[in-house]
Every structure is written in structure tokens, then in C-alpha cells.
């Protein structure tokens, strides 16, 4: 998706790589980036899954998760796609199951 991405849209792509650079570019420590996807899968999954909306349809969900952390552009479509992908497995099994798969 990154590499379409660079394709379709280049100068959005560049904006979100320069964002992640600046914000992940020098975590290189194990425990950080643990720390990073520990904090943020617990995170949205309590608040957008579990608080927000528990027995809301999951493309509600995703349409606000999707949208909130990036521009439009392909990788907000990458990150739609996951987000109702953990909405569908969140309706059929628990937030304690969509909390790991997040995290991964």
C-alpha cells in the first residue's frame, strides 16, 4: 500500500513519511517500540471500541478510526481496511480479542 501509495498520491505520501519520521524515526529501542503498540492498541480499543460505541455497526467504527489518524488518501484506506477488519472481529468475539490484534 505504501509503495501505491507513492504512486498515486506522492505528495500526500511524502507527508505522512516526513510525520513518521518525526515521530518514530529514532525509536529504535525494543522496549519503545513495545511500549508504542502496547499503549496504542489498549488505547483506541478501549475508547473507540469498547467505550465509544459497543454496539455500534463496525463500519461506524472504522469510518471514524479511519479517518481521524491520516489525511485521505491511500494509507487511510490501509488503515479503514484494518479498522473494519478488528469492527467485524470486535462484533463476532469481545474487545479482549481485538486488543491483541490491534497491538500486532
Known sequence: MDALSHIVTPGVAQKVEAANERLFGQLIDPVGIATIALSAGICEEALFRARCSPAGH???????????????????????????????????????????????
Do not use: E, K, M
Open 58 to 104: 463496525p463500519l461506524d467504527r472504522a469510518g471514524v478510526r479511519g479517518v481521524l489518524p491520516v489525511r485521505l488518501s491511500l494509507d487511510a484506506a490501509a488503515v479503514l481496511v484494518l479498522a473494519i477488519g478488528l469492527g467485524v472481529l470486535r462484533r463476532i468475539t469481545n474487545t479482549t480479542t481485538t486488543t491483541p490484534g490491534h497491538v500486532v
